[in-house]
């Protein structure tokens, strides 16, 4: 699919950007949502991350464009953003509305193609039961060298070898963040299950590294 | 979440953690295209003409108009531009302060322009132009003189005539070589008036001393002649006036050229 938008972009990249922009926002827009928490946060970020994409085709000659790796090469501009602007920040706490499931962004529509097709069973009624405000909260407070890798394996569905060019680390580092990343999710998952009453609230973790 | 839930399988977390992909903001994409210049955003303003439409982009200013509704002004500037245009519901505030304090004279205010698509003698023309304080005027002859084309006189009043930013680029200070104020672009000669007036320049009395043949004012204590609407000759004091038909008249009389309105590039080409 990418391969004959790059063409495209090669060849024109005004007539073909907004094809671009079509294809990726609702990615870049994901990737910004689950790592920042907050929608105009992500969307500002979204947005830079397509401006800065557009600038940057512009500079490049067309064998450059041709060999770009959209999914990876995006995906890294909108993390590096992402970065900027949580060492800009000063800390926000992870509110009651978000461990309470009443996230802001809760209303906006799952992706029909990545909406959970529960299995059936016990299962199925727990996972309907838990809200994607409350998924989301927890990967909020994951640290970042979790966050980020599970992000983009689990929410934006990279491969680990598209992973390994958009972070700059190896697979196998990655492979074992990510296997990381979904034990402390699920045992915080049973803690906030199990508990009689909220779990503490600990600040979420800032973009920083 | 009180009660007791069936322990999770990693797969689960999995399958959770995909269902949090959502859909981007309706605004994102136009918004995008906006920024990068591939589209534009417009949306009225108050100006000393009435409301007016402005639009533009990531680049800058892409037009300014005094289309009668939206439907005209949207067509019109797609056809001139060829790029999408959107309705905002107001000019971004940063973007109206500077034309308003451009308007009221500050020449220092940083506005940026989107003129892709124009002729470089076009840019140089709505260059020179921007140079024109508020409250004066120039004729044809002194910007084209002034970006070293002489004889380019009516080039240069077909340039104006297509200025896509009037007021920002104030081709309204901009007169006919006899001195005469002349057409104007943003619906009439009688706006150009309105417009002049409005920056504290009396066309009636510019027109006057245009039809006595006067071009130039001088004055007896500095031996310097000007522009008769330059700043510094209008604080000229009536006994000190000197009036001349032509800069070869005041060159003869031991004047010599302003440099601010230097008017030895009205009439170059004569």
């Known amino acids: 699919m990418d391969s004959r938008l790059l063409a495209d972009l090669a060849a024109d990249l005004d007539a073909a950007f907004e094809r671009l922009?079509?294809?990726?926002?609702?990615?870049?827009?994901?990737?910004?949502?689950?790592?920042?928490?907050?929608?105009?946060?992500?969307?500002?970020?979204?947005?830079?991350?397509?401006?800065?994409?557009?600038?940057?085709?512009?500079?490049?000659?067309?064998?450059?464009?041709?060999?770009?790796?959209?999914?990876?090469?995006?995906?890294t501009i909108a993390i590096n953003l992402c970065r900027n602007r949580g060492r800009r920040r000063t800390p926000i706490l992870a509110s009651l509305e978000v461990l309470n499931g009443a996230d802001p962004t809760a209303e906006r529509r799952p992706l029909a193609a990545a909406a959970i097709e529960p299995s059936p069973g016990p299962l199925e009624t727990a996972l309907r039961r838990e809200s994607a405000a409350h998924w989301a909260g927890l990967v909020l407070r994951l640290p970042e060298r979790y966050r980020v890798p599970i992000v983009l394996r689990h929410v934006d569905g990279l491969?680990?070898?598209?992973?390994?060019?958009?972070?700059?680390?190896?697979?196998?580092?990655?492979?074992?963040?990510?296997?990381?990343?979904?034990?402390?999710?699920?045992?915080?998952?049973?803690?906030a299950s199990n508990a009689d009453h909220l779990p503490a609230i600990e600040p979420a973790q800032e973009m920083t590294a | 979440m009180t009660a007791r839930s069936t322990p999770l399988a990693i797969a689960d977390v999995e399958a959770a953690l995909a269902g949090l992909a959502v859909e981007a903001p309706p605004t994102l994409a136009p918004a995008t295209l906006v920024a990068v210049g591939l589209a534009d955003a417009y949306a009225p303003l108050d100006s000393p003409l009435g409301p007016v439409f402005v639009a533009w982009n990531g680049r800058g200013i892409s037009a300014v108009d005094a289309a009668g509704?939206?439907?005209?002004?949207?067509?019109?500037?797609?056809?001139?531009?060829?790029?999408?245009?959107?309705?905002?519901?107001?000019?971004?505030?940063?973007?109206?302060?500077?034309?308003?304090?451009?308007?009221?004279?500050?020449?220092?205010?940083?506005?940026?322009?989107?003129?892709?698509?124009?002729?470089?003698?076009?840019?140089?023309?709505?260059?020179?132009?921007?140079?024109?304080?508020?409250?004066?005027?120039?004729?044809?002859?002194?910007?084209?003189?002034?970006?070293?084309?002489?004889?380019?006189?009516?080039?240069?009043?077909?340039?104006?005539?297509?200025?896509?930013?009037?007021?920002?680029?104030?081709?309204?200070?901009?007169?006919?070589?006899?001195?005469?104020?002349?057409?104007?672009?943003?619906?009439?000669?009688?706006?150009?008036?309105?417009?002049?007036?409005?920056?504290?320049?009396?066309p009636a009395e510019l027109e006057e001393l245009a039809r006595a043949g006067i071009r130039y004012i001088g004055s007896d204590t500095t031996r310097i002649y000007c522009l008769p609407s330059c700043h510094n000759a209008r604080r000229i004091t009536d006994r000190h006036r000197v009036p001349f038909r032509s800069a070869a008249a005041s060159e003869a009389a031991g004047f010599r050229a302003c440099m601010e309105c230097r008017p030895g590039s009205a009439y170059a080409a004569a």
């Not at chain 1, 992973?163 to 803690?191: C, D, F, I, N, Y």
């Not at chain 2, 005539?161 to 007169?175: E, I, Y």
């Open chain 1, 21 to 75: 922009v079509l294809a990726h926002q609702d990615r870049l827009y994901t990737i910004a949502l689950r790592l920042l928490g907050d929608p105009r946060d992500a969307e500002e970020v979204a947005q830079d991350a397509l401006v800065r994409a557009y600038r940057a085709l512009a500079t490049y000659d067309a064998d450059r464009i041709l060999e770009l790796r959209l999914r990876p090469w995006l995906a």
């Open chain 1, 159 to 191: 491969s680990y070898d598209e992973m390994a060019q958009a972070l700059g680390r190896p697979e196998g580092t990655l492979k074992a963040q990510v296997h990381r990343g979904l034990s402390l999710l699920r045992s915080e998952h049973e803690r």
């Open chain 2, 69 to 202: 509704d939206r439907s005209e002004f949207e067509a019109r500037h797609r056809r001139s531009v060829g790029r999408p245009v959107r309705a905002v519901a107001e000019v971004e505030p940063q973007l109206a302060r500077a034309i308003a304090r451009r308007l009221a004279g500050d020449r220092r205010v940083a506005i940026d322009l989107d003129l892709r698509g124009r002729s470089e003698f076009e840019r140089a023309v709505w260059s020179k132009t921007l140079e024109i304080p508020r409250g004066e005027v120039r004729p044809y002859g002194w910007i084209a003189a002034e970006i070293g084309r002489p004889r380019a006189v009516r080039a240069v009043g077909t340039a104006l005539a297509h200025n896509p930013v009037p007021l920002v680029v104030p081709c309204h200070r901009v007169v006919r070589s006899d001195g005469m104020i002349g057409q104007y672009s943003l619906g009439g000669p009688g706006n150009k008036r309105t417009i002049l007036a409005a920056e504290g320049l009396d």
